[in-house]
């Protein structure tokens, strides 16, 4: 893994208010802010380049559900903004990713629009608020490689603005020195991984139950597990739910909590296949 200096700046001092980021080495930038301050945001994007972006409108969850996300394109963000404002009431923060140097041409913010809701879609990790889907354009060979390179820091600078809905890579089960872990209990078999940023990885076609115990009904994991339901990662068959698709967990306690639909302690449920705990193997 490669190193990276990132550059954080809070333009007004605070962690959840205006900020901007970038990339050592990398000719683009970030720049976001709450809805309430979403003028001097704008102001801010337009005084360090301005021109073609790729914006994201943020809404937040119930308590331990997933997020509402709606992903745009523009070269004329102060136009389309001020369309969000008065259409939209859900969402509650701006996200705005764009070249200082103006590298990011129409063409290319488009085609960053269509992979980031495929990336989206993939992760499972907020509710897509975009009606339509738009189609992947051609692009010059000589070009992929830098959408690509921007698609993968807009992955990695989300997280880092309090935005965690990408994911990294969907790894194969088989990685060397990975810890493999099963969930065997209720009659539901299910199987993950631990992964190198300390998330559960469950693997596809584990299952899960088809009833939550009482106690769930006020847990926030329960948010959470509809709302997997809600965007087909889990899809019911005969007796259980089946995860259609691998699926990454913050925590072990998350994913042992939707799976058995009742408050779980993921670090004694899951086991690795001489039955010993997810506990006594950090231990």
């Known amino acids: 893994m490669i190193s990276q200096k990132i550059t954080l700046f809070l333009v007004d001092g605070l962690p959840k208010g205006i900020r901007s980021a970038t990339i050592d080495q990398w000719n683009g930038k970030v720049v976001a802010g709450p809805r309430n301050k979403i003028n ?16 994201f409108l943020i809404g937040k969850s119930n308590e331990g559900g997933l997020p509402s996300v709606y992903i745009g394109e523009s070269d004329q963000i102060v ?28 063409t290319g913010s488009k085609y960053l629009e269509a992979i980031c809701i495929d990336g989206l879609q993939t992760a499972g990790r907020s509710i897509l608020q975009n ?14 490689n830098g959408f690509q390179h921007f698609y993968e820091n807009i992955v990695l600078l989300l997280p880092l603005l309090g935005y965690d809905i990408f994911v990294g890579k969907i790894h194969e089960k088989k990685i060397k ?12 078999k299910a199987e993950a ?17 088809s009833k939550i115990t009482p ?11 509809e709302d997997l339901i809600k965007i ?14 691998d699926y990454i967990f913050n925590s072990a306690s998350a994913a042992g909590a939707v799976i058995l639909g009742n408050s779980t302690n993921g670090t004694i449920e899951w086991k690795n296949e001489n039955g010993k705990t997810l506990k006594e193997i950090l231990s």
Do not use: M
Request: charged share 30%; hydrophobic share 30%; with cysteine.
């Open 232 to 245: 087909g990662k889990l899809v019911r068959e005969k007796e259980f739910y089946e995860f259609v698709d």
């Open 40 to 55: 001097e945001t704008i102001e801010l994007f337009e005084k360090t380049g301005g021109g073609s972006c790729i914006y």
């Open 193 to 209: 991984f631990l992964r190198e940023d300390g998330q559960i990885q469950v693997l596809k076609g584990s299952t899960a139950v």
């Open 131 to 144: 009606s339509t889907k738009p189609t992947t354009r051609q692009i010059p060979y000589e070009d992929l």
């Open 215 to 225: 106690s769930f009904e006020k847990h926030p994991y329960k948010s959470l597990r």
């Open 79 to 106: 136009s389309r903004i001020k369309q969000h404002d008065k259409n939209k009431e859900w969402w509650e923060d701006a996200v705005i990713f764009f070249s200082p140097d103006g590298s990011l041409t129409t």
């Open 177 to 188: 020195g990975s810890i493999v872990l099963f969930l065997n209990r209720k009659s539901v």
